[in-house]
């Protein structure tokens, strides 16, 4: 069983209840993964004072013949606060937030129900066109990526399933500012090491305009008509030549032009964030 070593225990608070601390061990070589594996799932060993948490074990490093002493080796353990006291309901973590700004365009020739808004249906001749909105998504976003901590049996797999690829249905008001609709989650990550706590990382973008906002799209059609031949000066001449021609707001149902209406379309939907949105941030 490995032995702590006199004088080499460190702690320090970096924040409130954010400590980062390290001890060192010794042990045999033979049974040094034995005990760095028991070392794993533990916490900090003295009592913390009331209102703090005991940080864990977050890395063990396994110094062999350490100083030139064969047939020992340290342990170095390092800890590090989760964030988990407790008062979240999901059992999650307190939280922080990372920050980058990037630029993109994004044009969206689906709507978010799949639904031509752009382009050429399969019959080659009817072309739907956007006459209202845009389907290019904001040049201009900041990124957010919202990392917290939570045990294994605690991972929110069917939460963070359900967020990905969806904006905000309520307003952002704890973790930062933001209204109903300019929040959209673009990924989520479950980082796992061997203790026993589970990383995540969420990731958002925030758009000043809403991603929820509508756009309208219309049908139109081409067809084959004879169309007057100019000469080089841009004057009539007598002559015709055939053309495909668009017919914008029109469809061709097999004998007559009937007239289209543009219709409205998404591109995202909104669904319930307040959960990431109640993370407590260190």
């Known amino acids: 069983m ?69 047939g020992l080796a340290w342990l170095v353990v390092s800890y590090k606060s989760t964030g988990i006291t407790g008062a979240n309901p999901l059992g999650l973590g307190k939280a922080t937030i990372w920050v980058r700004r990037r630029s993109r365009f994004v044009r969206r020739k689906k709507d978010n129900d799949g639904t031509l808004v752009e382009g050429f249906e399969d019959d080659g001749i009817h072309e739907w066109r956007i006459v209202q909105g845009s389907n290019f998504v904001p040049e201009e976003h900041v990124e957010f990526v919202v990392s917290t901590m939570c045990k294994r049996e605690d ?28 929040i959209r989650c673009t990924g989520a990550t479950e980082r796992y090491s061997m203790n026993r706590y589970v990383r995540l990382d969420i990731q958002l973008e925030y758009s000043r305009t809403e991603w929820r906002l ?4 219309q049908k139109g059609v081409w067809l084959q008509r004879e169309i007057p031949v100019v000469d080089e000066i841009g004057a ?47």
């Open 2 to 70: 490995a032995t702590e070593i006199e004088g080499r225990r460190r702690l320090r608070e970096i924040r409130p209840d954010y400590y980062v601390g390290v001890r060192t061990l010794v042990c045999l070589k033979t049974a040094a993964i034995q005990d760095a594996a028991d070392l794993w799932d533990t916490d900090w060993p003295d009592d913390m004072p009331e209102d703090r948490h005991a940080p864990s074990v977050n890395d063990v490093q396994i110094i062999y013949h350490p100083e030139g002493v064969v």
């Open 214 to 217: 509508t756009t309208y799209t």
């Open 236 to 282: 009539d001449t007598d002559k015709t030549r055939v053309a495909m021609v668009y017919h914008q707001g029109m469809e061709w149902n097999g004998s007559v032009l009937v007239a289209t209406t543009p219709e409205a379309c998404r591109f995202w939907e909104p669904v319930d964030m307040s959960w990431i949105d109640s993370l407590e941030l260190w």
């Open 155 to 182: 991972v929110p797999h069917a939460l963070l399933n359900s967020v990905v690829g969806f904006i905000n249905l309520g307003a952002f008001s704890h973790l930062f500012i933001a209204g109903e609709g300019k």
